[in-house]
């Protein structure tokens, strides 16, 4: 049983990482196809997390801590296509 759970794992890593990469890939098309939509999503991800950052939230703080990290991941990953849009090379 533990040999089965230890594929089960590598194969939700496996597949969590392949989804990371597409997200990625998706990201770096669309700011290549509508720059200026992106630099709203951006914008907006940036407010979710200085939003999410000033309130008190009333769950735990494991829950506050993930969706933290969630909101910031979104926020720098929009943020790098930005500037590879500004700086194209």
Same mark, same amino acid.
């Given at each position: 049983?533990? /040999? #089965?759970?230890?594929?089960?794992?590598? /194969?939700?890593?496996?597949?969590?990482?392949?989804? %990371?990469?597409? &997200?990625? #890939?998706?990201?770096?098309?669309?700011? $290549? &196809?509508?720059?200026?939509?992106? #630099?709203?999503?951006?914008?907006?991800?940036?407010?979710?997390?200085?939003?999410?950052?000033?309130?008190?939230?009333?769950?735990?703080?494991?829950? !506050? #801590? $993930?969706?933290?990290?969630?909101?910031?991941?979104? $926020? !720098?990953?929009? %943020?790098?296509?930005?500037?590879?849009?500004?700086?194209?090379?």
């Amino acid at each position: 049983m533990s /040999e #089965d759970n230890h594929s089960s794992t590598r /194969e939700l890593v496996t597949r969590v990482a392949t989804l %990371e990469l597409l &997200v990625a #890939d998706l990201i770096d098309l669309l700011w $290549r &196809v509508d720059p200026k939509a992106m #630099d709203t999503l951006a914008g907006e991800a940036a407010r979710d997390l200085e939003l999410q950052n000033s309130r008190v939230i009333a769950a735990a703080e494991q829950h !506050r #801590d $993930r969706l933290f990290s969630v909101l910031q991941t979104r $926020r !720098r990953k929009l %943020e790098r296509g930005r500037r590879a849009v500004a700086t194209p090379g």
